[in-house]
């Protein structure tokens, strides 16, 4: 990279933790620091719900598959994008109407106090491992692009978002995505996007030289799209990340608005990521490791300091569903298990103290986990089939059938990830 490019990354990165700085002093109260205060507009709802979904996998992995597939790599993303447009259609209303933090905490009223414990430790490794596929995906960029060791890039990446999670919580979170939101837009719409087209020649060349699979959308395979469905689609919907984030939001319309205008989103960018992976495999058709596709493509094509701004959108996905997912794994456990088993009387003074010091555990490590596994798409399979495999059935019954009862509630949560567990180790 050249020297204009690695100050604006440093630059880059100072505004994000001067951001998160300012957002820790309107983190007085346990709501503030979990929920920011339930006050947010349409715009900055909107915009950090749509950072939290689109992050690693959706950039990354996205041009992965877009590189190896072609347009159907989408699916991915466009699964996010139907899964929170469910959620904004037809749960928005149920979900705001409990008053709840977590997603456990609603399983935990509707059923009884087990059910929220399992189901608390099964959406917070989730959201874990969601965070996981974050850092791997920073390291992977800053490695590609600045040449730094792979262990140095995520814990660079990784650090700075557990700093600024730390210090403000949601506040922090939401104005840092908001940052990020718009840098990851213009990053990639404006500079990304039409300058891959351009270096493959324009659309009419990647229709000569890429193969015909490439422009079909069932291209990367019926199951692979039902799978997406089942993982993606079925886990927006009950995400304690994205759930977190609708209790942000000031109204119920902001909150039913904001999310389908967030999925809306997404189903463009996961098919502007798809294309410009598509672009890489005219413009590096040898490329080793195909998870370096959008990292690989941005340093062949992108002139300096267009490079900086387009890498910085690129961290700020990556960033911003970090944060998002670190905080709501550090919720659930901060409220769904240590305050209802171990702290019943805690002050809200002490509990803001212990949400910090969860995050900052739960933080470390993420790190680690990321420096063992090192896929982006195999952290995200990991994450998303323990949580839509284990959880979902639980939520949806327990809005929709009163005859649901806890006790089953409590064992299918236990059955099923014990299942799934299984088969991810087989």
Known sequence: MNIIDVLIMVGYFAVLIGVGVIGSRRAKTAEDYILAGRNLGFF???????????????????????????????????????????????????????????????????????????SALVASIYAMMVTVTQVIGMGTILNVLIGWNLTTSMLVGGGIVLFYTILGGMWSVTMTDI????????????????????????WSQLSLQLPDTYFSLSGIGSSQIFHYFLLFGLGMVVAQDIWQRIFTAKTIKIARTGTIFAGIYSLLYGLAISVIG???????????????????????????????????????????????????SSTLITNDILKTYFFKNIKEKQFLILSRVVTSTIGIATIVFALWIQNVLVALDVAYAVLSGAVFVPVILGFFWKRATGKAAFYSIIVSTITILTGLAI
């Open 44 to 118: 900055m709802y909107f915009g950090c719900l749509t950072a939290v979904i689109l992050g690693g996998a959706s950039t990354i992995g996205s041009a992965q598959l877009g590189y190896e597939y072609g347009l159907s790599g989408m699916w991915l993303v466009f699964m996010l994008g139907f899964g929170i447009m469910l959620l904004g259609l037809f749960l928005i209303k149920r979900i705001t109407s409990f008053k709840v933090m977590t997603i456990s905490e609603f399983l935990g009223k509707r059923f009884n106090t087990q059910t929220q414990l399992i």
């Open 179 to 202: 940052v990020q939101f718009l840098v990851m837009t213009i990053g990639i719409f404006c500079f990304m996007l039409p300058m891959s087209v351009s270096s493959a020649g324009g």
């Open 278 to 328: 598509m672009c890489a495999f005219i413009v590096l058709p040898n490329l080793q490791d195909t998870q370096n596709a959008f990292a690989s493509m941005a340093s062949a094509t992108l002139p300096a300091g267009i490079l900086g701004f387009v890498l910085a959108g690129v961290i700020s996905a990556l960033m911003s569903t970090a944060s998002g997912t670190l905080l709501a």
